[in-house]
């Protein structure tokens, strides 16, 4: 018996890094997964990975899942996703949104319609996306909604600074932005029985993006945590009881062990404070 077992999941960015874990574990607990992203094929993006390549090894490995190429910032492609995955499989009972876009850039230099861009993809897509699956959710009296964030989020707080940052303020923006969110939808669909909750990483995941930003060495490097913590730590928050976890704004290692899935942690949420949203 899987933990996902007849289980409809939307997982966004799912063609490669956290998205792609998840994707591929979700699957192995027995869920029916439509894996959306922009990159269809290999070759289409200048970083590895697809969702082609995801649906073949979820596939492989006996598991059930369809490729949906998706703009998250545009609300009728997050429409057309959301149709797909209920005529495709059935109505949706878990929505992942992993997809996000970063440039770090000082906002002195950064591009206005890259600001825009980011945005749309990483505040307004899971919006988007959250609204079209509580349709069925409501109805239902059943769901979970499980947003990705980040560490950027927590603010460097007040000065003086030893540096001048890395140009990240953006990104940090719209991760605070999808934890308010997150918290602010929660509250709204509680009494429907649908839990709403987000997770960042306690520790940089070794992925082709952080890799190609160069805020990780390389799949190696000690400070960094594997994509799968990170894809653990989203099952658990999408199969615990909506009563029990939802609002809830924690971090890979800090919710996996407190719920005894691993003995031992490090990073944001165990020995280091995370944002004010996943203060409790």
């Not at 009972?93 to 992993?98: E, G, H, Q, S, T």
């Not at 959250?130 to 947003?147: E, F, P, Y």
Request: aromatic residues 6%.
């Amino acid at each position: 018996m899987g933990k996902l077992d007849g289980k409809v999941v939307i997982v966004t960015g799912a063609s490669r890094g956290i998205g792609k874990a998840v994707a591929k574990l979700f699957a192995a607990e027995g869920a029916k997964v439509a894996c959306a992203a922009r990159t269809l094929g290999e070759g289409e993006h200048m970083l590895e990975g697809s969702l082609s390549t995801t649906v073949a090894e979820i596939q492989q490995a006996g598991g059930t899942a369809i490729a949906v190429q998706t703009d998250v910032s545009d609300e009728e492609s997050c429409a057309q996703l959301v149709a797909t995955a209920k005529k495709q499989l059935g109505p949706v009972d878990v929505l992942v949104n992993d997809a996000a876009l970063s440039f770090f850039v000082p906002t002195k230099d950064f591009v206005a319609k890259r600001w825009v861009r980011a945005f749309a993809v990483n505040v307004h897509g899971p919006f988007m996306l959250s609204q079209k699956v509580l349709t069925d959710m409501i109805k239902r009296r059943s769901g979970a909604i499980v947003n990705v964030s980040s560490g950027a989020a927590i603010g460097p707080g007040s000065g003086p600074y030893r540096s001048s940052g890395t140009g990240g303020t953006m990104y940090g923006a719209t991760k605070a932005a999808l934890e308010r969110f997150t918290q602010g939808l929660a509250e709204e669909v509680y009494q429907y029985g649908i839990s709403v909750t987000a997770v960042s990483p306690s520790n940089v995941v070794a992925t082709p993006g952080t890799v190609y930003h160069k805020l990780v060495t390389g799949w190696d490097d000690p400070r960094g945590e594997p994509p799968e913590m990170m894809a653990k730590a989203i099952l658990l928050l999408a199969t615990t009881p909506c009563k029990e976890i939802s609002g809830r704004v924690t971090y890979s290692q800090a919710i996996l062990k407190e719920y005894g899935w691993i003995t031992e942690g490090k990073g944001k949420g165990i020995d280091q404070l995370g944002s004010g949203y996943s203060r409790r």
